[in-house]
């Protein structure tokens, strides 16, 4: 009867239930079986954001601190720039007051975040120089609530990305350059974990419990194994235990050797562009600037990726299965430079038109095909989007792959008309009449083919 019916499908939901709280054990064949919540893959496009002290010399890159006083020999450039244009022992925690974020308006922010399409944001809890940007009470006057701009950067833009929202995620360096216990350890072969112990672990949990960030972007581990980091000990409390448990994604940079191996997603390198399908979950992480993840003020427009370089660079990355993080760094001052905006801007236009062929895709059968014009496919279910990535030299556009029938539409994303079609051959393969296609600064359109096999 429907009583025992129901009876049996609660008890199954009950199954389940225990099924998937099943517990993560501390180790990477237990940590790497864990899904990826599934907000992160239909989410394809988030901006990655690089803020700190680095951002006040704002010269060369964020590793200015490391080129100048880290490396052996030092950077040069960053040497005489600094002999140049600042007193004799200059040190580089004194431009820490001089990170005022006086014009930082998180709305401001988010409100630009939002119209570029995004649907997850990343800020720099922590960059290599260990400066936090939000009260650690394990980094006691190197943080942004005791010096600089004296205020919560984490979580005040962690809640206007949210109101409007869009997850939010936070970047945290493993390792810092010149962390005394850091460097202790490091001495010492990394035997020992002074600094994992007190410093990393008690602040990275801290940091979790406050702003439950959903993308925790793990950098800075290549020096020393997981085994020193404790990475697959923090993993499990982070995915059995931790506020974000269920939702929260991680990437692959947790000891030297995980990178494209182990962890949630996979980062591999920076700007890692495989060229190929990849058959786990990854994600592309790229700077507008071309030549610095943070601020520089001696950046020049020629050095920027332009608008349809930033398209196809999308485009690509989303038909091959990943996601795409795209940078901008902000002034110390708190404002992201009018171009950056206006990149973003424009990706967001771009995508309010053919953000259909990206948000939620799947990668399709074939990934690209390059009869006519470079040609990039998505897919959901039997719709398969190609998107062309530049103008085709003739009206008539020849696609050598989808297979049609009688029940195939084509049309042209923005464009509510149907545009009439003939195959290729019975086997496969499309002729579709193209409209006059509308100007777009992306410089990319999308054909949407229905019914295709
Ligand atoms: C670090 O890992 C060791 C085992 O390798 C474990 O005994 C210890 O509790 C861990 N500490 C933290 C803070 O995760
Ligand atoms: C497509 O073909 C053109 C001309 O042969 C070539 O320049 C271009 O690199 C190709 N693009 C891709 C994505 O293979």
Redesign the pocket.
């Known amino acids: 009867n429907q009583l025992t019916q129901l009876r049996s499908v609660l008890l199954f939901a009950a199954a389940c239930v225990c099924h998937t709280a099943a517990r993560y054990t501390?180790d990477w064949t237990s940590l790497d079986a864990r899904p990826l919540p599934s907000w992160y893959d239909e989410a394809k496009l988030g901006i990655f954001i690089h803020w700190g002290v680095f951002s006040v010399p704002g010269f060369g890159s964020e590793w200015f601190w490391w080129h100048w006083q880290g490396e052996q020999p030092p950077d040069r450039a960053c040497v005489d720039y600094m002999s140049k244009n600042y007193p004799p022992g200059f040190s580089y925690p004194e431009f820490a007051p001089h990170f005022h974020a006086q014009f930082f308006d998180p709305e401001e922010w988010a409100d630009i975040f939002k119209a570029s399409g995004a649907k997850y944001v990343v800020l720099t809890a922590k960059h290599h120089e260990g400066f936090t940007n939000w009260e650690s009470p394990n980094s006691w006057n190197w943080n942004s609530v005791d010096t600089g701009p004296h205020r919560d950067l984490v979580g005040d833009l962690g809640e206007a990305v949210r109101s409007r929202s869009l997850h939010y995620g936070l970047y945290n360096s493993l390792y810092e350059w010149f962390h005394p216990l850091y460097l202790f350890d490091k001495k010492n072969g990394f035997k020992t974990?002074k600094y994992?112990?007190q410093k990393l672990?008690p602040e990275l949990?801290n940091m979790i419990v406050r702003y439950k960030p959903e993308v925790l972007w793990s950098d800075g581990d290549w020096e020393a194994p997981d085994?020193y980091w404790?990475s697959t000990?923090?993993l499990a409390?982070l995915y059995n235990d931790s506020p974000v448990k269920d939702t929260v994604v991680t990437n692959d940079r947790w000891g030297a050797g995980c990178g494209c191996k182990h962890g949630g997603y996979y980062n591999c390198d920076d700007k890692y562009t495989p060229g190929h399908l990849v058959k786990h979950k990854w994600e592309k992480c790229t700077s507008v600037d071309t030549l610095s993840w943070g601020y520089r003020r001696n950046m020049k427009l020629s050095e920027m990726m332009p608008l349809p370089t930033i398209i196809v660079d999308l485009v690509q990355t989303v038909a091959l299965g990943g996601n795409y993080l795209l940078n901008v760094g902000p002034t110390p001052d708190g404002m992201i430079p009018t171009l950056f905006e206006e990149r973003l801007r424009g990706v967001g236009a771009w995508l309010d038109i053919n953000g259909e062929a990206i948000y939620a895709s799947k990668p399709w059968r074939v990934q690209a095909e390059n009869s006519t014009i470079p040609v990039w496919y998505t897919s959901k279910g039997t719709t398969v989007y190609a998107i062309m990535t530049a103008k085709p030299p003739n009206p008539k556009l020849k696609l050598l792959k989808p297979k049609t029938s009688a029940a195939t539409k084509v049309t042209l994303l923005g464009n509510p008309k149907p545009l009439s079609w003939s195959p290729v051959q019975p086997s496969g393969g499309i002729v579709v009449q193209l409209p006059e296609l509308p100007y777009t600064p992306g410089q990319a359109w999308t054909l949407k083919l229905e019914n295709i096999q």
């Open positions: 501390p974990q994992v112990m672990l949990y085994t404790n000990e923090f409390w």
